[in-house]
Nanobody
Framework: QVQLVESGGGLVQAGGSLRLSCAPSGRAFSNYAMGWFRQAPGKEREFVTA????????YYSNSVKGRFTISRDNAKNTVYLQMSSLKPEDTAVYYC?????????????????WGQGTQVTVSS
């Protein structure tokens, strides 16, 4: 069974940093584009960032551009989300997802696999 497992969430003060990891199990995802989404209480799931299978192209939402960085290490089959200058409005459950191509990376319904999510809480 294919699973995406996120880790690295937690509680941090505003202005701080966290690094999330996503490690698929059950198969290699080196040929998949990978994305991060987040969902705050009472809100819809929203796109955060994505990266092409090679790592050569990255995509960011306007709300995190310049503060978050996505990267991947295909040798380790792991995707990372480095989050800096965190704000209370970044508080959400963060989900890792995988899709077979790099089209429409901001569309959640286009993704084929999802993780269970990891909580990120930013205190003011």
């Amino acid at each position: 069974q294919v699973q995406l497992v996120e880790s690295g969430g937690g509680l941090v003060q505003a202005g701080g940093s966290l690094r999330l990891s996503c490690a698929p199990s059950g198969r290699a995802f080196s040929n998949y584009a990978m994305g991060w989404f987040r969902q705050a209480p009472g809100k819809e799931r929203e796109f955060v960032t994505a990266i092409s299978w090679s790592g050569g192209t990255t995509y960011y939402s306007n709300s995190v551009k310049g503060r978050f960085t996505i990267s991947r290490d295909n040798a380790k089959n792991t995707v990372y989300l480095q989050m800096s200058s965190l704000k209370p409005e970044d508080t959400a459950v963060y989900y890792c997802a995988a899709k077979r191509d790099s089209r429409r990376v901001a569309v959640a319904s286009d993704y084929d696999y999802w993780g269970q999510g990891t909580q990120v809480t930013v205190s003011s």
